[in-house]
């Protein structure tokens, strides 16, 4: 690992990718400090798994710079393979090996030794709740059980470096919860994470730092919580013990647009910038001026409200347990012009 690019793992400047007639990436950077989690959010067709593929060294840019661990993607690409670990198209998974035998082979290739693979390959399958099913071939696992034995084999060598290319996507709420739980507590041991998702509830649980990219263009960066305050307006909704004539005057200094009753004039509301201890002035004001308040909520922006005012579409909502497990097969598979071969 270069020195210089301790406090940086994964550096992207000015990433571009055509494919055809499609603009994959026009031109991406971020940067992802050590021991933290980068959210890669954007909808179908962003340019996500473009930029995986060319940071994990399958796909070569066509402008721009590129370096993990401090090494550059194109010029070195197998010292960065022994920086990374890669999760989420299930791509690296025979179907005909038992979920321990994928395990051991991903360590053995990778130098690991048999011994150390044998016991590596113990603690995942227990970590990731796959001990019954580990000698059974992995075909015929459900949808959740192979992206966990997915992200236990990207995690056989213990790598300082993490990529995982939409982990949830098809999982159940369960499945989902507790991939979350594992990433976290990676990122808790100082593995570095990046991670794509079309889950703005995904990159709000996970991510230090979220990069939104639309049509293979960095749209918007920062927190979760910089990115909602910059979409604009919080809401809030009150409703009164009684109606109080006065009640519309005491608020309006507080809040941000016109302040508006229901068709029950106990019931005001109002656009609010959402600062800290915004309700509590409220209530103050309205207990100040004899107003008794019954509940109040100040609604926050959520990323998706974000997402909506930075493209104007809603992106993709976490799906219903009903259509989870098995619903996404690996979409990437084939049609790949520019796929090296993997050391
Ligand atoms: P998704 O959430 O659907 O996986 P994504 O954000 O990961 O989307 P990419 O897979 O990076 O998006 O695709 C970006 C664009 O590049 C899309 O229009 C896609 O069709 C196109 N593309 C990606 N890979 C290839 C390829 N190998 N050949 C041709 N076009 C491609």
Known sequence: MDKDHAGTMIEAQGLAKRYGRTQALAGVDFSVPAGTILGLLGPNGAGKTTAVRI?????????????????DVVTHPEQVRRHIGVAGQEATLDPL???RQNLQIIGELSGMGRAASRTRAGELLEQFDLNQAA????KGYSGGMRRRLDLA???MTRPPVLFLDE???GLDPTGRQRTWDVVGALRDEGVTVLLTTQYLEEADALADRIVVIDHGTVIAEGTAQELKAASGTAHVELTLAEPHPGAVDVIAPLVAGPVHTGADPRHLNASVNATSGLASALVRALDDAGALVDTIEVRRPSLDDVFIALTGTH????????EADGGEESRHAGADDDLEVRA
């Open 55 to 71: 940071l994990t060294t399958l796909a070569r840019p066509d402008a721009g710079r590129a370096t993990v661990a401090g090494v």
């Open 153 to 155: 084999a990207s995690l």
């Open 315 to 322: 992106t993709t909502d976490v799906p219903d347990a009903a």
């Open 97 to 99: 090996l038992t979920g």
């Open 167 to 169: 982990p949830t996507t």
């Open 135 to 138: 000698d059974r071939v992995s």
